[in-house]
């Protein structure tokens, strides 16, 4: 099937199917539009709990979603999905070229979202592990798993030492959550688990080149998370700047050092980049589109952008909305109801609903308007609005259960080492 | 910790922690053996299931079990566990070699199991899909579900025929059920979830190179199973050997072919191999060690060889023993004893319990000595036997969710195509 054909309805075509695109693609009227949506993947993912994925606490299925299995549900139906890697942009001829076709649209919806930003430092990309998608998370997951079985069967303390050092980089919430996670893994993992090591051997370093952690949150909350990190025994290190990571050994800007085989990479998001053409737009900084108050992208007829990748100036948010879930779902939901009208009367506006992050268990930071909460209120707040916002029945289930199972056991239960098969070795990243 | 020190216990090493090296090291005495398993993956599996992760059924986790997880356990307790994938045996000096040490050892088991046997045929290993790891079983799924989304794409009738035929080699059990998992994809999962596909393009053939499947059991149960994967769209072809797959076209030694881009090979297994030091020993047929009935290699003081890659020749089993686990399970409790008391009283009798597989939803074969049962209460028999085998009860909890939600909604719900991330480079492998 080739829809390069003209239906009835006008081709209505959103890049992406996270947090905004799917919420578009539930929102907008499908008797109106003829909505298709495409996605470098074919399942929806919830990017807030990718850290629990790579620290061994939930499985890639858990939190994942098919998204032709989403589309059989009532909001979505008759939206078609497409797989397909995103490559180039052709706003003069209203196409998008993937790796496999060329896909014509009437009206475009950019909700791409971001990727890693490694601010220019040569080869960081290629010896860092990120947490930016599933895979990227059990890669992550897999290499920590490795360190710790090579550091049990070491013999040379330098190496056992380079192995059981962990740096984190990135103070903000994926940063905080990971180092917590490696935490509560070097608290009570370690004793029971590897008798030829002790947790006092194992380091986990979290390092932040401004002065707190979770800046975008309140400074009750990023106070608390350094507490609460110090008692997982996480050596929180604030105003370090990486400046590079070469032959095991990252280095800073103010001249210090770590030995470490492993860098787990939190420190920035960068939008993601097409080839564009026929036009002489481009994207603004952060390579996020600026978009006006109805999610319109400037100069460009016909096209918007939504979620992360979108750049929203106004005078509450000077510098563009924060790039967080919710508001990519608002977005979502106020450029849905103007396409299904055609009016566009309706300018979005963002409503903060708060903030959260967690550090361990019985622990989190939540932040609602003026209200900070901690402790135990917190973490409960935050398993229950993790819990409602997974799409699918059978993955809220899976999740709850697992969390039991780690409360009780006071243990993450899937440390599998699941390396990728050899063969075949045709591989997809080949074709 | 280096173990070449040598402790007050004679030192047993088991290679693999399968069904026979895990059930060794439960069953045998930890007060006069010092235990160290060492196993190239960091978890126990259970091969029985692996085609239902290949099928989207299962999620990796829910039927593997880390190995320092199960070491808390009371019957394997003061066992050690050390990762590493063993490539030589050295039999005068009495030590393993793998990719990270040397292990020295009084008493060696080998239980390291079976890999694929392509019998030869060149370049095969670098084009089918095989269901022999879960890594392998994973990199099925997502080859399988690319095939389905390219179909969906594609406008090239001949091009779309290639992707949706898929052939299945090998008319056992893992042959069987895969194939009738993908033939309840086909009648289920295509009509609904594919808008562009009609179920009658998609093509699950199953070859097998005798006139009957499932050999190993009754001649009932091969027909039974015959029977329901007609009822499920699978076209079954008997009495054909593959010659060679080359450029995506199976061919036959009868001189027929089929043209297809997903070969699903399970037509053999043959015994994982090391480079043998200091002994003119060998394993035999089937790169299995012979053994006698006490599970001792012949000729080798010391070296004992359970499970698939055991090969025990009897007046009752005159070709050796099946490769299955109730075997591999049955030799290791009895190795267990012998090593135990010292004393080598108690000859291995493999006693049948029985051979089961499944072929789709309310449908299985039983064969229980004479007696053979079909249909649901041997489906019903099916699942309370795996069940009961998994290791960890939340594993049990999630396999059981994850049946019930896919009989009840008739479809795998797992349906996730997760590559390798591609970064950082350095890999595993390499290593």
């Given at each position: 099937m080739n829809i390069s054909h003209r239906p009835s309805r006008p081709r209505l075509l959103i890049i992406g199917g996270g947090f905004a695109g799917l919420n578009l693609a539930k929102t907008v009227d499908k008797r109106r539009w003829d909505v298709t949506l495409v996605d470098r993947h074919n399942y929806h993912s919830f990017p807030p709990l990718f850290y629990q994925v790579a620290s061994s606490g939930l499985e890639s299925s858990d939190i994942c979603f098919p998204f032709r299995r989403e589309m059989r549900s009532r909001k979505v139906k008759g939206v078609r999905y497409r797989l397909g890697d995103v490559k180039a942009i052709d706003f003069a001829a209203k196409q998008v070229r993937t790796?496999?076709?060329?896909?014509?649209y009437d009206s475009l919806v950019i909700a791409a979202g971001t990727t890693n930003n490694f601010f220019g430092i040569p080869d960081l990309r290629e010896h860092v592990y990120t947490i930016k998608s599933v895979a990227q998370a059990i890669r992550c997951r897999n290499e920590v798993l490795d360190r710790l079985e090579r550091a049990a069967i070491s013999s040379d303390p330098a190496v056992k030492a380079r192995l059981l050092t962990f740096v984190v980089v990135g103070g903000g919430p994926a940063g905080v959550e990971i180092a917590g996670a490696l935490g509560e893994m070097k608290r009570y993992v370690i004793p029971r688990e590897y008798p030829g090591l002790s947790r006092e051997e194992m380091k986990v370093i979290l390092v932040e080149s401004s002065d707190a952690l979770l800046r975008a949150m309140s400074k009750a909350s990023g106070e608390d998370a350094f507490e609460a990190l110090g008692r997982l025994m996480v050596d929180v290190r604030l105003g370090k700047t990486v400046k590079a990571y070469e032959n095991g050994v990252v280095s800073f800007t103010d001249g210090s050092a770590i030995e470490t085989e492993t860098v787990i990479w939190t420190a920035g998001v960068t939008g993601e980049t097409f080839s564009v053409e026929g036009t002489e737009a481009a994207p603004g900084p952060g390579n996020r589109w600026l978009v006006d108050e109805y999610n319109r992208v400037e100069g460009l007829p016909d096209v918007y952008a939504i979620g992360d990748i979108a750049l929203h100036v106004s005078s509450d948010y000077p510098r563009g909305c924060p790039?967080?879930?919710q508001v990519a779902i608002q977005q979502a939901r106020n450029l849905g109801r103007n396409l299904s009208s055609g009016r566009f009367d309706r300018p979005f506006k963002y409503k903060d609903k708060g903030?959260?992050?967690t550090i361990g268990r019985n622990k989190?930071?939540?932040?609602?308007?003026k209200i900070h909460l901690s402790g135990w209120p917190a973490w409960a707040a935050w398993m229950g609005?993790?819990?409602?916002?997974l799409l699918g029945m059978r993955n809220k289930a899976v999740v709850l259960l697992n969390w039991m199972v780690s409360y009780f056991t006071f243990s993450a239960g899937l440390r599998l080492m699941l390396r990728?098969?050899?063969y075949p070795l045709r591989s997809y990243w080949d074709k």
């Open positions: 790796q496999f076709e060329t896909i014509a790039q967080v879930a903030s959260m992050a989190a930071v939540v932040d609602i308007g609005v993790h819990l409602m916002s990728p098969s050899k």
